[in-house]
């Protein structure tokens, strides 16, 4: 493979993961699937979506967000509020490939696929805010999804290791963490991550990796290699994403929409 695929290559290859991962998925284990069965190389998978700014969203999620998008708008597929994409016909085993010459997308899907709020927020936290402006808000960030406890040290020579905490799990079983804050543009790699694994040893139960930049491919791998102690990632874009769920510096607005069906009235 020598480019990406175009949003309208990507749609049976979407259908397909979701066939092969039981009919529903995140939208990260989506995209990872597709990326596996095209064989979609390295280089071509981290290329940014905006010319010269590594960091956040790739071109290929681009696409294939707005490929969902068409698929969600065309009644191929549903999501849940929670963000779970799953087929509307959960009864194949299999995907025949679909001729789409006629996919539309509606004004207000493609409003929601642009998303340029994500962008200008990824770009306040990385000019904007100082290092320990972005310390102190993953601290915030962390309090706020239930983690007690949570100090911030940023103590240099110390491994990479920013702070810690505690997690707890339905409120009875509680273990200890320690996060590393990466603010900047571009990828976090697969060295950064054993980096911080040698940091983890001896001092903690898991590991938490966040970075305002994306993890390559192979970081991802070595986050969660077998027999390594597992570390959780949050890229850019899961960061913002947890921003606006916890309504931390970003307000949502639900605008009333109403529509008058005057064939109901005819009909009286």
């Known amino acids: 493979m020598t480019k990406l695929p175009t949003r309208e290559q990507l749609l049976n290859p979407i259908l397909e993961a979701l066939v092969k991962l039981g009919g529903s998925g995140s939208i990260d284990e989506i995209n990872e699937k597709v990326i596996l069965n095209l064989q979609v190389p390295e280089e071509l998978a981290t290329i940014p979506h905006i010319k010269g700014k590594e960091g956040g969203q790739t071109e290929l999620e681009y696409q294939l967000a707005w490929a969902r998008t068409m698929l969600r708008g065309n009644g191929y597929i549903v999501s849940s509020k929670r963000g779970i994409l799953a087929l509307v016909d959960n009864s194949r085993h299999s995907v025949e490939e ?123 791998k070595e986050a969660t290699r077998e027999g390594a102690q597992t570390i959780d990632l949050i890229d850019g874009e899961k960061l913002v994403e947890k921003l606006k769920e916890l309504n931390l510096g970003i307000n949502v607005e639900l605008v009333e929409r109403i529509s008058i069906d005057e064939k109901w009235f005819e009909s009286l």
């Not at 990385?126 to 310390?135: D, Q, S, V």
């Not at 915030?140 to 406890?149: D, H, I, M, T």
């Not at 290791?161 to 697969?190: E, M, P, R, W």
């Open 98 to 220: 679909i001729n789409f010459p006629d996919i539309k997308l509606s004004p207000e899907h493609k409003e929601e696929v642009e998303e340029n709020w994500k962008v200008r927020l990824l770009k306040i936290l990385i000019n904007k805010l100082t290092p320990t402006a972005f310390e102190r808000l993953i601290q915030r960030v962390l309090r706020e999804k239930g983690f007690s406890q949570v100090e911030v040290t940023g103590r240099s020579g110390d491994g990479g290791i920013d702070g810690k905490g505690i997690a707890k799990i339905n409120g009875i079983l509680s273990f200890h963490i320690v996060f590393q804050c990466k603010k900047y543009q571009g990828s976090v790699t697969a060295g950064h991550i054993r980096d911080f694994r040698g940091a983890m040893v001896g001092r903690t139960d898991k590991g938490l990796f966040i970075t305002t930049g994306y993890f390559t491919r192979d970081a991802i």
